[in-house]
C-alpha cells in the first residue's frame, strides 16, 4: 500500500504526456450520457457466491481463496454474483487496418474507437463497474482503473493487417464490448464471438467504419493497398467495382448482424464523420439490457 500511490502518480504523470487530448476528450464525451441504473443495482443480483476463477496478474492477495487453491497448484479467486455481472470486458482492435481514414479532417477508425471503449468504461466504472481490456488488463473498479486502460491504449496498431478478438481475461457471465472494422477472417470473428459465449458472456459488436469504406467514392485508375502493405489490388476502372464492392460489405453486416443475435449480442455500424454520442449512447444502453 505504502508504494502504490507513488506508482499510479508515476503513471499518471506519464500518461499526461502520451494520452490527455484522449482521455479529456472520453470524459467529456461520456458526461453527455445520462447514468442508468448499475450492476448491482439490478433485480435478483446479490452477494451470493457464484464461481471460483483463476486468480490474474493485479488481483490483490487478499481475494485468494487459499484453501481452494491449496488444492491445485494455481491460485484460485472466490467471485461473487455481483461481481460477474458488474464484469465488463473491452477488445479494441490494434490492427493496422484501422488506422485508415479516407480523409485527414476525420479521426483514424483506431482513434475512434479507443475513444468510444474509454468513454465507455467511464461511464462504467462512476457506476461502480468493473471494467477491464482484453488481454490487457484485468477487470477493477475505481479512478486508478481508468488511468491504467488509458495508459494501455497508447499501444501502436500490431503487425497484422486485421485483427481478431480477443477474450483472454473474460469473466464468465460478465459482460463485453468488441469495438473493430471486423474486415478480416469471419471465421476468426465467429470463434471469438463462441469463445465470449461459451462463458455465459453477453455484450456488443461495434463496427467502426470511415465513410470512404461506406460510399467507395473511387473511380477511373486507382490501387488499393492494405495498411500494412500485405495485400494489394490496382484497377483502371475503380468505379466498375462499387456495386459489388457495396453488396460484399452489406453481405458482411448481415453476417456480423446474425453472429451476434446467435449468441444474444447486438450489433451496430459506427462512421468515423457521425458524432460519437450516438455510438455511446447505444453501447451503454444496449449492455444494461435496454435494446
Known sequence: MTTAAPDLRTRAEALGQSLPPLLAEAEMLASTVMMGEHGRRRAGLGDEFWQYRPAHQGDSARLIDWRRSARSDAHFVREREWQAAQSVTIWIDPAKSMSFTGDRARPPKSDRARLLGLALAVLLLRGGERVGLAGLASPRAGRAQLLRLAERL???????????????????????????????????????????????????????????EE?????????????????????????????????????????????????????TTHHTGAPAQGALLWAYMALQGER
Do not use: C, N
Open 215 to 267: 460510399e467507395f467514392p473511387f473511380d477511373g485508375r486507382t490501387i488499393f493497398d492494405s495498411m500494412g502493405g500485405t495485400l494489394t489490388h490496382e484497377t483502371r476502372q475503380a468505379g466498375d467495382l462499387r456495386a459489388r464492392y457495396l453488396a460484399r460489405l452489406a453481405e458482411r453486416k448481415e453476417r456480423l448482424a446474425a453472429l451476434a443475435r446467435a449468441v444474444g449480442w447486438h450489433f
Open 154 to 212: 497508447a499501444a501502436e496498431a500490431v503487425g497484422a493487417d486485421y485483427g481478431a478478438p480477443e477474450t483472454e481475461g473474460m469473466v464468465s457471465h460478465g459482460r463485453a464490448v468488441f469495438l473493430s472494422d471486423f474486415l478480416g477472417d469471419l471465421k476468426a470473428i465467429e470463434a471469438g464471438l463462441a469463445r465470449a459465449a461459451d462463458r455465459g458472456v453477453k455484450g456488443v459488436l461495434i463496427q467502426v467504419l470511415d465513410p470512404a
